[in-house]
């Protein structure tokens, strides 16, 4: 089982300047992840990324699912406003 600051960890440890919100029951999460790195990236694209941080969890069986959000820090304010 996981935390979501485990994955909140990992996550931040793979992208710049990231803002990441994880939830969830110890194998299924919910994620919002904010990054200028995904600027330019189609959504297919941004989920790798995300998906590339947390591989050996998933890969092992650790972390089941996480559905997630992405956007850049220009998204989320166009999406807050």
């Not at 485990?6 to 992208?15: P, T, Y």
């Not at 194998?27 to 790798?48: C, L, M, N, T, W």
Request: charged fraction near 30%; hydrophobic fraction near 40%.
């Amino acid at each position: 089982m996981m935390k979501p600051e485990e994955i909140e960890q990992l996550v931040r440890g793979a992208l710049s300047d990231v803002e990441v919100q994880v939830g969830g029951d110890g194998r299924h999460f919910q994620a919002v992840v904010v990054s200028p790195d995904f600027e330019g990236v189609p959504r297919i694209k941004r989920h790798r990324m995300v998906y590339d941080a947390l591989r050996e969890h998933i890969d092992g069986d650790v972390l089941h699912a996480i559905s997630m959000q992405t956007m850049t820090p220009a998204e989320r304010e166009r999406k807050a406003g």
